[in-house]
């Protein structure tokens, strides 16, 4: 079974700028979630979705966005990137239920300048 | 706020040794626990899972359970240099629409030494 998969694995971008993140989850999982992964903070929640619906929030401003497709593939957008949006960028896919650990793409490292 | 807290480290132990790791909760109502293994530039990865009090073996490693103390633990029999990584702790708590959320700990860095 194909693990998940995020692309593109490095980004440099400048202030200001936006940025789409890809994750295509392991087949037949039907929940997406994103983490920002940072040495400071650690492992924090962006969002999950689950059946193209957004099913949780994390603290993160509006800038952080995302969205899935009906093959449950999932995109993340960061807009006006800021210094300290620098991290690496962690997508993870589970069945969805109580019990379901997280599978974890190979994550995409995001360096602003 | 629904807090894991986990000892930085490093811990450091001999190799053939016992690694003991350690994770609090504040969630009383956190129902499954998860311990992964992150190495240096890689992305997380699922080593152990336990949803009921008390122990649960998977070869080398043991993780416990105590939901009245709040406490979940990794033990690792005979540490490999191959060991050395960070350990995050995870736990899964009620969210919305009869969801479930992992909050992470910030990890424990573990180095077994030849």
């Known amino acids: 079974k194909a693990g998940v998969t995020q692309t593109p694995r490095y980004l440099i971008k400048t202030r200001g700028q936006q940025v789409t993140l890809s994750c295509s989850p392991i087949?037949?999982?039907?929940?997406v979630s994103w983490y920002q992964q940072t040495p400071g903070q650690g492992l924090q929640f962006l969002f999950e979705?689950?059946?193209?619906?957004?099913?949780n929030k994390g603290n993160f401003p509006g800038r952080f966005s995302g969205r899935q497709f009906s093959n449950s593939r999932s995109e993340m957008n960061v807009s006006t990137l800021e210094l300290g949006d620098s991290a690496l960028y962690l997508c993870?896919?589970?069945?969805?239920?109580?019990?379901?650990?997280?599978?974890f793409g190979n994550g995409t490292r995001l360096t602003v300048t | 706020q629904k807090e894991v807290e986990q000892n930085s480290g490093p811990l450091s132990v001999p190799e053939g040794a016992i690694a003991s790791l350690n994770c609090t909760y504040s969630?009383?109502?956190?129902?499954?626990f998860f311990w992964y293994r992150q190495y240096s530039g890689k992305s997380p990865e699922l080593i152990m899972s336990?949803?009921?009090?008390g122990d649960k073996e998977d070869g080398r490693f043991t993780a416990q359970l105590n939901k009245a103390s709040q406490y979940v633990s990794l033990l690792i029999r005979d540490s490999q240099p191959s060991d050395s990584a960070t350990y995050l702790c995870a736990v899964n708590s009620p969210a919305s629409g009869g969801s479930y959320i992992p909050t992470f700990g910030r990890g424990t860095s573990l180095i077994v030494h030849p």
């Open positions: 336990i949803y009921s009090n």
């Open positions: 993870a896919s589970a069945s969805g239920g109580q019990n379901s650990p997280l599978h």
């Open positions: 087949s037949g999982h039907r929940s």
């Open positions: 979705y689950f059946s193209e619906t957004q099913r």
């Open positions: 969630d009383r109502g956190s129902q499954s």
